[in-house]
């Protein structure tokens, strides 16, 4: 590698190295406070609600998920899945329940869905998973009134994947009402050099089949009905927020029903942890989606 392609692989490790855009501490500090966050968050959902914990949706170790029910749950009750972030290689559905609270208030179901993250499950893999997963709450509770998901960051990329699949190959095909992608890549390509790639192991290959970016025709004959919140934080690093813009218009000029969230005052990390929140930004969108649709 000579000193300019040093320099380039140097700013794209930046660009993709999210805790060191956060203008609240410094990077290590601001993945620990994520971690401590998402995991009393979670803690709390558990202490305050009824849960399902540890429900097969398919073979696999680690193809397991956590439901959150309502105090009063009538039949035609809304469900939102979320699927974890963390880089495809940290974090898991155990500490990813921190949402729950403000939608249980209202009677919504929360699910949280796990994943076996790289080294042990590659980027097929994942993906395949939560297919899998969705399709399983699907069937288990084919009574609801309404589906929505919400992935943040690597989950905001599985949860795009799920929203472009061919669910002919599938016994069931979900009818996704609502998505929220939050601080999301789209576009696998940009990562295949850096240290994210480390334990994924990508090929171009792998990286370009498993683009949402290069999925959208597909995303248009599955999701057509689905109201889809592109968000991204206002301190995500350039790159990030590009990924965001960039997918939110061509799902735009594909004529789906998008729109794109510029989120004030929050970084990478704040913009899903505040989720916990009934007062926060996107916890209302989320609300409002819901209720109205
Ligand atoms: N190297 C990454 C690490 C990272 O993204 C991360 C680490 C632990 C838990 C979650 C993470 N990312 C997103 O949810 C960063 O710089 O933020």
């Known amino acids: 590698m000579n000193d300019e392609e040093k320099m380039k692989k140097d700013e794209l490790e930046k660009q993709y190295s999210p805790s060191r855009w956060s203008h ?22 558990r202490s305050l609600t009824q849960t399902l914990l540890d429900v097969p949706y398919g073979e696999g170790d680690g193809e397991k998920l956590d439901v959150y029910l309502p105090r009063t749950s009538s039949l035609d009750v809304n469900l939102v899945i979320y699927i974890h972030g963390g880089y495809w290689q940290f974090l898991s559905k155990d500490e990813s329940g921190f949402m729950a609270v403000p939608l249980i208030d209202k009677g919504v179901v929360v699910v949280a869905v796990g994943y076996d993250i790289a080294p042990k499950g590659n980027m097929d893999l994942m993906v395949s998973q939560v297919r899998r997963s ?9 009574h609801i009134k309404g589906l929505y998901l919400c992935g943040h960051s690597a989950g905001a990329h599985l949860t795009a994947m799920v929203l472009s699949t061919d669910w002919s190959q599938y016994s069931v095909t979900p009818q ?11 576009d696998l390509l940009p990562i295949l050099p850096t240290y994210v790639n480390e334990p994924l192991k ?47 218009e061509a799902l735009k000029a594909a004529g789906l029903n998008v ?25 209302k969108l989320l609300l409002k989606m819901i209720g109205n649709s």
């Not at 996704?176 to 789209?186: D, E, P, Q, T, W």
């Not at 090929?203 to 991204?232: D, F, H, Y």
């Open 24 to 45: 609240r501490m410094a990077a290590d500090d601001v993945i620990k406070a994520h971690v401590k966050a998402v995991k009393e968050g979670t803690e709390r959902a």
């Open 134 to 142: 969705v399709v399983s709450v699907v069937q288990q509770y084919s």
């Open 176 to 186: 996704i009402k609502g998505a929220f992608l939050v601080s999301g890549i789209y």
């Open 202 to 248: 990508m090929t171009e290959e792998v990286a370009i089949r498993n683009s949402p970016s290069k999925l959208v025709p597909q995303l248009k004959l599955s999701s057509s009905g689905c109201q889809i919140v592109v968000a991204a934080a206002e301190n995500d690093s350039p790159e990030f927020r590009r990924q965001s813009e960039e997918y939110y």
């Open 259 to 283: 729109t794109l969230e510029d989120v004030a005052n929050a970084d990478h990390f704040s913009i899903i942890e505040q989720l916990v929140d009934e007062e926060y930004f996107l916890t």
